[in-house]
Each structure stands twice: as structure tokens, then as C-alpha cells.
């Protein structure tokens, strides 16, 4: 800006060399006591305006605003090329003070108010002060990593003051503090820890800012529920499995070592989610035995053996009413099957 005004106006600069030979304290130089005095600084955010004030008294023959050792005004005049920086209409003959709009980071600093006064020359010096909100600025990519991966999460923010990082945790079963800082070190990731992972960043100029990175932890299938069932000839029948697992598992029913299918044999498999549905339209003595529910994903494969077996008569399991054989062991129930077989 010092050197713009001198292209336009090289008289100026002139003048610029005498004012500050004559009584402007540059900055950085220590305040000589009773000279110079620091006001409290003025703390304003960024894209609002600010006021500096300074008061003079009647006696003041000359007057002017520095912006470190850059003239702003002297007097009335304006020598800065910055639109934003205006003079206030000071009514009052005991103030000389400017306005700043739309502050910027740049704007931050020391800031002169230089006053002759009976060739004596005093400054007010206040410091400029600018605030940013707290911005996430770069953040890890949800990710998706298999179990006992080590990973590591990134939160990068900006803002004046420094702001401070939090990492929450969001789960099915709650919420909880992880860590403070820009990363989470997660060594060895279990299933368990897969979920949202939110950053939090703030320093108390306006409402922190969020953003949250999903981690997704895939493992193999583990059966969950596998329960035999007892049904009678000439009724519905249904085999149920459950095997937790990401990603979800895909299923295989076998009997012994017969792989079945979906429409086939009277059998019908209906999958969803997390469950697959061995389903007899109707069952018959010869659907009686062990069957295999295979789970598998990238991961891995597992199965588990479900018996299909004979219930007291009239037993519908759909129906809630207890059956006097439901709580016998399938496995005996099986014997018996197979022993009222001969
Ligand atoms: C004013 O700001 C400066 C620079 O940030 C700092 O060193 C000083 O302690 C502050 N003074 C007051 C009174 O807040
Ligand atoms: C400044 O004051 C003068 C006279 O007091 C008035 O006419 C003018 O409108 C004022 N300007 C602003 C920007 O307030
Ligand atoms: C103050 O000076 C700094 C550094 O020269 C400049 O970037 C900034 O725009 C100036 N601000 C004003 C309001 O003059
Ligand atoms: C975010 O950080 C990553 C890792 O440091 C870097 O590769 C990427 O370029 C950054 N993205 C932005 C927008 O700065
Ligand atoms: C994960 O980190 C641990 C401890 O820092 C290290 O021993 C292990 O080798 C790492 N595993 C992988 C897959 O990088
Ligand atoms: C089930 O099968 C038996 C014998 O094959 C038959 O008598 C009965 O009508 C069938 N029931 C249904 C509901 O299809
Ligand atoms: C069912 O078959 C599996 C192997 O295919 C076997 O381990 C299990 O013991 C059998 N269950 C019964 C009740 O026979
Ligand atoms: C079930 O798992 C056992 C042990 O992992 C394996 O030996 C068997 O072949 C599997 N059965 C089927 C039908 O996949």
C-alpha cells in the first residue's frame, strides 16, 4: 500500500519520510514510557468490522493511523488505498478514530495512533486481534478395513484460536469419548469398534464443526442361532440360521452331503439379512435328519448342524402353545425317531 501511494501520489512519500522522522514510533521498537501506551487489544472476528479509537486532546496540532509503518491517515486524509479502512465521522474534536470492515487474517497486528502534540510526540498503539471459527478442513474417508487391521484416523481443523480436536464414538450402544487430537490410532481393530467415529472441533468463537467418519470392520460369519426344530408330517416346516457377519454372509443348506436349492425337493430357501430359512411346504418322514447351515463371506466359511425332527402331533410351531415334546433334547427326540423307524 506504501508503495502503491507513492506510484500515485510520489509527493506523498516525501511527507511519508518527514512524518515518521518527525514522531512516528515504529512498531517493534519498545515504548518509551509516557510516549506509547498499549490499550487493551481488540479482538474481532473475521468478516466483522472493527472500530480503533483514539482520543486526542485540543492541543493536538497533528494526528494520524498507522497500520504497523504503513500511513492509513494522516488528519483527514486518506493514504491508504484499502477501501475497507475508513475515518469515522468523529463529531467529537477529541477523537480520531477508524473503522476497519470485512477484517481479514491479515489485518492482524499492531495498529499506531501518532499524535504532535507541542512537538511533543505520543501514540496509542492497539492490537488487532482476528478470530476465525473452527473449521474441519481435511478428514479421513469413511473406511472399510477387516478385522485386526491397525488404522488410523485424521481430523484436520483451522480457526484463531487453535482449536481443540475431539473424537466421539457412536455405536448401536452408545456414545463415547475417544481421544483428543488430529489422529486415532486403532491397532488390531475388532468388530466391536466399528461404527461412527465424529470429530468435533471448536474453539469457542461459534458452534463447533462436526464430521464424522464411518469405519467399517469386516469379519467372517459367526452362527448365532441355529435352533432344531420339531415338526410334524403334513405341515408347514421351517429351519431357521443366523450368522452375524460383514459383509453379510451368503448361505448353503446341505442335507448330509446334498447341497439343496431354492424350489427343489419341496424346499424353499428364503434369505434376509442376516438370516437364512430352510422352509418345507410340507413336511414328510423322509425330511427328518441333520441338516447343514453354511455360512460364508471373503472372509470365511462356518456351519452348524440343525436337526429337523418329528414332533407330537398336531404341534404346529407356529403356534405358541407348548408342546409336550418341546422340551425334550433333539437329539434324544432324533433316537426316537430313528428307533420307531424299526
Ligand atoms: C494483546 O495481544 C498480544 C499479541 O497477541 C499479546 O501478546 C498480549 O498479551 C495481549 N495483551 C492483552 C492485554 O490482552
Ligand atoms: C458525518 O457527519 C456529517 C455532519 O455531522 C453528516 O452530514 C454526514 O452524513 C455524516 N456521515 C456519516 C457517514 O455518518
Ligand atoms: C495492514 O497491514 C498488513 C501487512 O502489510 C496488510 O496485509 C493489511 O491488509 C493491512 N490492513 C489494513 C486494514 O490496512
Ligand atoms: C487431506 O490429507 C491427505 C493426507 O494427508 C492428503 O493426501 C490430501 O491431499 C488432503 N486433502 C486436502 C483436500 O487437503
Ligand atoms: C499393527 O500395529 C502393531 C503394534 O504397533 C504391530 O505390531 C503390527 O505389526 C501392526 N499390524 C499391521 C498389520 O500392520
Ligand atoms: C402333505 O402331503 C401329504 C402326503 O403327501 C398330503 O396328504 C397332504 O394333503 C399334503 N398337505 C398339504 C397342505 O399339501
Ligand atoms: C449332524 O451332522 C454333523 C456333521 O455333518 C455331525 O457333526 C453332528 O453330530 C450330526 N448331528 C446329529 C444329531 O446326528
Ligand atoms: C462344516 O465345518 C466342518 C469343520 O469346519 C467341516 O469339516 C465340514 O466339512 C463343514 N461342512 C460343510 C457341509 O461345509
Not at 36 to 57: E, M, W
Not at 258 to 283: A, Y
Request: proline share 5%.
Amino acid at each position: 500500500m506504501g508503495i502503491a501511494g507513492c506510484l500515485v501520489l510520489p509527493w506523498k512519500c516525501l511527507v511519508v519520510v518527514a512524518l515518521r522522522l518527525l514522531f512516528l514510533v515504529p512498531a517493534g521498537v519498545p515504548a518509551r514510557s509516557g510516549d506509547s501506551y498499549l490499550k487493551d487489544n481488540i479482538t474481532v472476528r473475521q468478516g466483522d468490522s472493527a472500530v480503533l479509537k483514539c482520543n486526542v486532546d485540543s492541543k493536538v496540532s497533528r494526528v494520524a493511523w498507522l497500520n504497523r509503518t504503513t500511513i492509513l491517515f494522516t488528519g483527514s486524509e486518506k493514504w491508504s488505498l484499502d477501501p475497507r479502512v475508513v475515518l469515522l465521522n468523529n463529531t467529537a474534536v477529541t477523537e480520531y478514530s477508524i473503522k476497519i470492515l470485512d477484517v481479514n487474517l491479515h489485518d492482524e497486528g499492531p495498529y499506531v495512533c501518532s499524535i504532535l502534540t507541542n512537538k511533543k510526540p505520543e501514540s496509542t498503539k492497539v492490537h488487532l486481534i482476528v478470530q476465525v471459527p473452527a473449521r474441519i478442513v481435511n478428514i479421513s474417508r469413511d473406511i472399510t478395513v477387516n478385522e485386526g487391521s491397525n488404522i488410523s484416523l485424521m481430523c484436520l481443523a483451522i480457526g484463531r484460536p487453535e482449536p481443540s480436536i475431539i473424537w466421539k464414538y457412536h455405536s448401536a450402544r452408545g456414545q463415547r469419548f475417544v481421544s483428543e487430537g488430529e489422529y486415532v490410532e486403532m491397532t488390531a481393530i475388532t468388530k466391536e469398534q466399528s461404527g461412527s467415529y465424529e470429530c468435533i472441533s471448536s474453539n469457542d468463537i461459534s458452534p463447533p464443526d462436526v464430521r464424522t467418519v464411518q469405519v467399517t470392520v469386516n469379519y467372517p460369519p459367526v452362527i448365532s442361532r441355529a435352533r432344531s426344530t420339531g415338526t410334524p408330517v403334513g405341515q408347514r416346516g421351517v429351519l431357521q440360521c443366523e450368522a452375524s457377519a460383514v459383509p453379510l454372509a451368503d448361505f448353503q443348506w446341505y442335507k448330509e452331503d446334498r447341497r439343496l436349492f431354492n424350489g427343489l425337493n419341496g424346499v424353499k430357501i428364503e434369505n434376509k439379512g442376516k438370516q437364512s430359512m430352510l422352509i418345507f411346504f410340507n413336511v414328510s418322514e423322509a425330511d427328518y435328519g441333520n441338516y447343514t447351515c453354511v455360512a460364508m463371506n471373503t472372509l470365511g466359511i462356518t456351519n452348524a448342524s440343525i436337526i429337523l425332527y418329528g414332533a407330537g402331533v398336531m404341534h404346529d410351531v407356529n403356534s405358541a402353545a407348548p408342546s409336550p415334546l418341546s422340551s425334550f433334547h433333539p437329539m434324544l427326540i432324533l433316537i426316537l425317531f430313528y428307533l420307531s423307524r424299526f
